[in-house]
C-alpha cells in the first residue's frame, strides 16, 4: 500500500511506469520514490471514469455530490496542518502560505458545494403551448492537469466545480509535487465516491498527460501550466474539439502612481513579486512606477529587499522558501545572465545562498527596455525588472505590451484614475491598491496567451457543464 501511489476506480495500485524522486527542495533529500502511472494505467484511469459517468447515479445526484464536497472540505479541514506541512515539504514554500493555500481549499469546496445547491433549471412555457427547459448538464470525462506552484490548491479549484457539476475526473498532479493529492485521494477514498468518479494518475507530460489530452474519451481538459504546453494541448483539443480551459504564464505589471502612499507600496511590491519565490502565474515581475518617485521607490525596495528573511520554509518568520527544483533554479540564473548581457543592470540579489536546497536572493534589475527577454518572457522566480513612466499613457502602453494578459497591479490613492487605467489594462485580474487575493467567487485567468476560460466563481462551474434545451410538447 505504501508504494501504491495510482488510484484507479476505487482502488490503490503501484505505478508500473517511470520510477521518480521526489525531492524537498529546501535540502535536496529525496523524501519519497514515485511509481508513476503506465500508459496503460492512464487509459484505465480513463475509462474507469467514463464507466463511473453512464453507469452511476454521480452525474444525476446533486444532494450526494453536495454532501460528498462539504464531507472533503471538513476533513480536509480536520488534517490542515498535515497537508499545509506536506506542501511545504514538497514545494519548500513558507508554512504560513501553505496554511492559507490549505484554508483557501477548503473555503473552495465549501463554495462549490453551495453552488450546487443554488443551481436552478430554467423553465419557460411558451406561447406556442411548449414548454422550454435549460439544463446545465455535466460535460462527462475531465482531466484535471495542474503544476507544481500551487499543487492543492490548484487542483482544487478544478476538482471542486467538475465533481460539483457532475462530471468524473482523472487528475494529474505535477510530477515534481504529487504529495499533496495523493493524501487528497486518501481522504477521498474513505468518503466512499462511487468507483471511478475521482482517479488519480501520477507522471510527467510524456505518457500520462499526453494520454489523457488525447484520448477520446475525455471531454475536457483543465490545464494549469505553462503557455508553451498549453498552446500544445490546444491543438490536441481541436482535433476532436473538446472541451478546454488554460490557465497558463503571464508576465504581470505593477504600476506605481506618484500619489500612491510609498512605505505601504513597497511591502505590497515585495508581497506581489517574491511571494511563493515569485513562482506564481501573476507574480508581479515587471514594476512601472511614475518618475517622480522612482529612485525613492527603488531605494525603499532594495534596502527592504536586503532584509528579507530567507530560509527554512517551516520557520514560522521565514518570509521565501527555496526554488522548486535544480534544473528551475538553473533556469532562472539563466535569465539573470541573459539579463546582464542584454545591458540591463542587477542592483540586488541573483544569488545563490546556501550549499543544499535551491535558494536564490531576488534579483532586482532596472535600467531595462521593453525588448529585453527580461522584459517580455516569464521567468517564474524571484526576478523583477523596474521602468520609469513619465504618463498614465506611457505606463498603460508598458503594461499591455506583452503576450501576456494575466494580472495587473495599480497603486495610486486617486481611485478615480485607477479604475479607469484598469479599463485600458488587457488583464484577466486587475488588483487596485492590494494584490494577489484570489476570491473564490471572481472569476479569474488570463486574456490574450495567458489562457482560455475562467476559473472560480460561476464562471468556473459554467466551465464544466454543457447546456441542454429540452422542449416539450403536449
Ligand atoms: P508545465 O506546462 O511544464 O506543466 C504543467 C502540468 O502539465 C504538469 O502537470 C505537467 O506534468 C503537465 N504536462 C507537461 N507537458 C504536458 C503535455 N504535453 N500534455 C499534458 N500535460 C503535460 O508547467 P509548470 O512548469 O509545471 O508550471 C509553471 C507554469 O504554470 C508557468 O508558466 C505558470 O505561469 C503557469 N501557471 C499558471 C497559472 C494560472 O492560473 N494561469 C497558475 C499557476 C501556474
Known sequence: MAQDHVYINGKWYKGEGEKRAVINPSNEEVIIEINEASQQQTVEAIQAARHAFQYTDWPSNPARRMAVLRQLADLLEQNAETFAAIETLNTGKPIRESRLDVSDSIQCLRYYADFVEQRTIE????????????????????????????????????????????????????????????????????????????????????????????????????????????????????????????????????????????????????????????????????????????????????????????????????????????????KVETYIQIGLQEGAVLLQGGERIKERG???????????????????????????????????????????ETIYGLAAGIFSRNLERAEQIAGKLRAGTIWINSYHTPYVDAPWGGMKQSGIGRELGPQGFAAFTETKHVNISQ
Open 358 to 400: 535551491y535558494y536564490l536572493t531576488p534579483a532586482v534589475f532596472a535600467h531595462v527596455r521593453q525588448d529585453m527577454r527580461i522584459v517580455q518572457e516569464e521567468i517564474f522566480g524571484p526576478v523583477i525588472t523596474l521602468q520609469p513612466f513619465e504618463h498614465d499613457n506611457e505606463a498603460i502602453g508598458l503594461a499591455n
Open 123 to 330: 423553465e419557460k412555457k411558451r406561447t406556442d403551448g411548449t414548454t422550454s427547459k435549460v439544463i446545465e448538464e455535466p460535460i462527462g470525462v475531465c482531466a484535471l492537469i495542474v503544476p507544481w506552484n500551487f499543487p492543492l490548491l490548484l487542483g482544487i479549484w478544478k476538482l471542486a466545480p467538475a465533481l460539483a457539476a457532475g462530471n468524473t475526473v482523472v487528475f494529474k498532479p505535477s510530477e515534481l509535487t504529487p504529495l499533496s493529492f495523493i493524501e487528497l485521494t486518501k481522504l477521498i477514498d474513505s468518503i466512499g465516491l462511487p468507483p471511478g468518479v475521482f482517479n488519480l494518475v501520477l507522471g510527467s507530460g510524456s505518457p500520462v498527460g499526453e494520454t489523457l489530452v488525447t484520448h477520446p474519451d475525455v471531454e475536457k481538459i483543465s490545464f494549469t501550466g505553462g503557455t508553451k504546453t498549453g498552446r500544445w494541448i490546444y491543438e490536441q483539443c481541436a482535433r476532436g474539439l473538446k472541451r478546454v480551459s488554460l490557465e497558463l504564464g503571464g508576465k504581470s505589471p505593477l504600476l506605481i502612481f506618484d500619489d500612491a502612499d510609498l512605505t505601504s507600496t513597497v511591502e505590497w511590491a515585495l508581497f506581489a513579486s517574491f511571494f511563493n519565490q515569485g513562482e506564481v502565474c501573476v507574480a508581479a515581475s515587471r514594476i512601472l512606477v511614475q518618475r517622480r518617485v522612482y529612485n525613492s521607490l527603488i531605494d525603499q525596495l532594495t534596502q527592504r529587499l536586503a532584509s528579507l528573511r530567507i530560509g527554512d520554509p517551516f520557520a514560522e518568520n521565514t518570509e521565501m522558501g527555496p526554488l522548486i527544483s535544480s534544473s528551475h533554479l538553473e
